[in-house]
């Protein structure tokens, strides 16, 4: 059973400052998606990285996937208020006809 | 074009009741999955349905049922309500499963019930 671990879980950061949020998964998975989530919001997407190396970008933040490590990472550079938000990864398993696990979040607090 | 739309977007019911929520994917899109989110155990994958197939169903009680229509717009239902359902219910359309597309959620129906 695919089970998809995230950390930290909570995370405040001073504005101007680098950080990556890190995304463990169980077993073999080919696709990878990071969302946002704000508060009393509904989930949107970020990225989607389908293969090994792969690393996409967009504004200040970085993805990339390491499928031998079972590994995503979400780089934040140079945070912004703006990125304050709960940042979710979510994987589906390579074997068998199975649904998007979610991890738990990463609740982002980007203070001044 | 437009998103994932879900009905109704706010409701209060009372424990016992039943409630149907409803889900028209982005144009063009044929699979269609719902989650429930609640503060303790986060997102729960219910269903996914796939040209009116349920491809899967999660580790959720029979008083959870969904189906999907031949225009692709899914409903989910949930019997004899309990307090422990209030939650975020999200509904997420791709053009296909797995097949590495964006996965779009729609705003979810925040139901609670007391």
């Known amino acids: 059973e695919l089970k998809v671990e995230q950390n930290p879980l909570f995370l405040s950061m001073q504005e101007g400052k680098n950080y990556t949020i890190y995304c463990n998964y169980s077993?073999?998975?080919?696709?990878l998606y990071w969302y946002r989530q704000d508060p009393g919001k509904s989930l949107e997407s970020l990225f989607v990285?389908?293969?090994?190396?792969a690393v996409k970008q967009e504004g200040r933040l970085m993805a990339s996937l390491d499928t031998k490590a079972r590994l995503s990472t979400l780089h934040i550079t140079a945070a912004v208020h703006d990125l304050s938000a709960t940042y979710f990864c979510?994987?589906?398993?390579?074997?068998?006809?199975?649904?998007?696990?979610f991890g738990k979040g990463t609740r982002l607090s980007v203070i001044a | 074009k437009a998103g994932v739309t879900q009905t109704p977007r706010y409701l209060i019911k009372t424990r016992g009741q039943q409630v149907t929520l409803s889900c028209s994917p982005i144009?063009?899109?044929?699979?269609v999955s719902w989650y429930q989110q609640t503060p303790g155990q986060g997102l729960q994958f219910l269903f996914e349905y796939f040209s009116e197939t349920q491809r899967n169903k999660g580790n959720f009680p029979g008083r959870f049922s969904g189906r999907q229509f031949s225009n692709s717009r899914s409903e989910m239902n949930v019997s004899t309500l309990e307090l422990g359902d209030s939650a975020l219910y999200l509904c997420?359309?791709?053009?296909?499963?797995?097949?590495?597309?964006?996965?779009?959620f729609g705003e979810g129906s925040w139901l609670t019930v007391v």
């Open positions: 990285l389908l293969s090994n190396g």
């Open positions: 144009s063009g899109h044929r699979s």
């Open positions: 077993t073999t998975s080919d696709r």
């Open positions: 997420a359309s791709s053009l296909e499963p797995r097949a590495g597309n964006t996965i779009y």
């Open positions: 979510a994987a589906h398993s390579t074997s068998g006809n199975t649904p998007l696990v």
